[in-house]
């Protein structure tokens, strides 16, 4: 396996709205489903709907909820090996608010997520080893996330950092960080600068190597190692924005993976995005390599 996912595993509940309510207002939804998803589902979903294999590392309850999750990464032949059942805690829950504009709010719990240890890692220790490429989103604790950065370096594995969310993000993490992947919003509470390239500035001066910086309305920023690529790719009849910034780190991380090149993987991303923001949902929406392939050639 050359590929491995650490982070957030979850059921969402999406109600699609034509506005947010005001404090003590009632509105009625427009639509509501349950999907599958959490930022280390939909990144593991995007590497294996691209044609990469990928194991996923996480914490679920043992419930109906965790059940749900299993039959969809079992459905894509995700390797679930690495994933804990904690017995007495429930699955993350989180509630997806979209508004016309594709914006998604959330709320949710912070349960089995939240129970996945620095001595969880170390006991997958041998698993990540073995491992080209570690990505990690922060869905899970700060000491659960430097413990598989430091194994990760230790084992000379790649290493792939997605600070979302980005309350307990620590600029520590990125001297052990190769690629650094993460949006407008999460770019300016990490670094506390208000410009692309201050915070570029900040984030490589503390170890990053990569840096991508996302925005649904621009694009993207890359710093390739040598200088900042601007990608004016941003997606037309987006309906819902929820999936798009997993799939974008996913198919980014599996094309480079297999041998595509950087510049071109951040196109492939960028196309990958916008096909997933012009649909409802979360880990059942990501395009297909094909899809995507389809797309970039229109």
């Known amino acids: 396996m050359k590929i491995g996912v650490i982070g957030g595993l979850t059921m969402d509940l999406f109600y699609n709205v034509n506005k947010l309510p005001q404090k003590g207002q009632t509105i009625e ?3 509501y489903f349950l999907s599958p998803g959490g930022k280390a589902l939909n990144i593991s979903t995007a590497i294996k709907r691209f044609g990469e294999d990928v194991s996923l590392i996480g914490s679920v309850g043992k419930d109906a909820l965790s059940e749900e999750i299993f039959e969809k990464l079992l459905s894509e032949k995700i390797n679930t090996e690495g994933l804990l059942i904690q017995e007495d805690i429930q699955t993350d829950l989180i509630t997806v608010i979209v508004t016309p504009d594709g914006i998604p709010s959330f709320i949710g719990t912070r349960a089995a997520n939240y129970y996945l240890t620095p001595q ?17 989103t922060m869905e899970i604790p700060n000491a659960t996330v430097k413990r598989a950065l430091e194994i990760a370096r230790e084992y000379k594995v790649s290493t792939i950092l997605k600070p979302s969310p ?9 001297r052990m960080t190769d690629y650094l992947i993460l949006n407008g919003h999460e770019a300016l509470v990490c670094s506390n600068k208000q410009t692309a390239p201050e915070q570029m500035k900040f984030f490589l001066k503390k170890g990053a190597k990569y840096v991508i910086i996302t925005n649904e309305q621009t694009g993207c920023d890359f710093w390739n190692g040598e ?6 790719l941003y997606p037309k009849n987006a309906v819902d924005f929820t999936a798009s910034e997993s799939t974008f780190c996913g198919v ?12 071109k993987a951040i196109l492939l991303a960028s196309h990958g995005a916008a096909l997933t923001a012009q649909r409802h949902g979360s880990g059942l929406i990501i395009p297909t390599k094909q899809e995507i392939e389809e797309f970039f050639e229109k």
């Open 166 to 174: 980005s309350d307990e993000f620590t600029s520590d993490l990125l």
């Open 252 to 263: 980014f991380i599996a094309a480079i993976s297999s041998g595509i090149a950087k510049e």
């Open 227 to 232: 200088k900042v690529i601007n990608t004016n």
């Open 120 to 136: 969880d890692i170390d006991r997958l220790e041998y698993r990540i080893s073995k491992l080209k490429t570690l990505i990690i």
């Open 29 to 31: 939804v427009k639509n």
